[in-house]
C-alpha cells in the first residue's frame, strides 16, 4: 500500500524523535493514504515552521500481523476516549506498534476539544462525529516497526495557492 506523510522537509528516513506529544494517537510518525490530507499537512506544516512543503510517499508492507495494531473502524466511543488520553498525556498508545483510524481535522477536533473540555458530554460529542468527512491517519509508534514497514518511494514539493 502506498502511504503519505506531509512535512516541510523531505522525509527520506522516518524518524518518530522528531513527533510532538499530545498528538491523536500519541507520538508517532503519521501517514495517511489520502494524498489530499498529506498535501494539507505539508502545507500547513510550510506555513507553521517555515520552508516549503513536500509530500513524501512509501511502500507500507501490507501484512500487519506480526506487529501489535490497534485499528479504530469508526470515530465512536473508543476512538473518543483513547484520542482524549493521548491528548492528556497518557501512553497507552505504547502499548501497540500501530494505531489507525479516523483523524482529528479542524471540524473533528473542534468536536474533540468541546468533549475535552467538557463543554459537551460524550453523547453530543459522538452524535457531531457522524457528521464529519472521512479522514485517516496511521501511527506507527514503534521505530524498530517503523524501519521494518516503510520504505521511501518518493517525494513531491506541494504548490502554495495563497
Known amino acids: 500500500m502506498i502511504v503519505y506523510h506531509g512535512s516541510n522537509k523531505i522525509v527520506k528516513n522516518p524518524d518518530i524523535s522528531f513527533s510532538k506529544p499530545f498528538l491523536d494517537f500519541g507520538k508517532g510518525f503519521y501517514v495517511t493514504d489520502f494524498q489530499k490530507q498529506a498535501e494539507k ?6 506555513m507553521r515552521y517555515g520552508g516549503e512543503g513536500f509530500v513524501n510517499s512509501f511502500e507500507m508492507q501490507d501484512d500487519l500481523s506480526a506487529y501489535k495494531v490497534l485499528k479504530f473502524e469508526n ?3 473508543n476512538w473518543l476516549e483513547f484520542v482524549c488520553e493521548c491528548r492528556r498525556g497518557s501512553e497507552n498508545y505504547k502499548n501497540y506498534d500501530i494505531i489507525a483510524g479516523k483523524v482529528a481535522n479542524d471540524d473533528v477536533f473542534k468536536t474533540v476539544n ?21 479522514n485517516n491517519q496511521i501511527c506507527i509508534v514503534n521505530g524498530d516497526v517503523l524501519a521494518k514497514i516503510l520504505k521511501f518511494k518518493n517525494f513531491y514539493k506541494v504548490i502554495s495557492n495563497g
Open 75 to 77: 470515530e465512536d466511543e
Open 114 to 134: 468541546m468533549y475535552f473540555q467538557g463543554f459537551w458530554d460524550k453523547q453530543r460529542a459522538l452524535e457531531e462525529l457522524r457528521y464529519s468527512k472521512a
Open 41 to 46: 499537512w505539508a502545507s500547513r506544516k510550510a
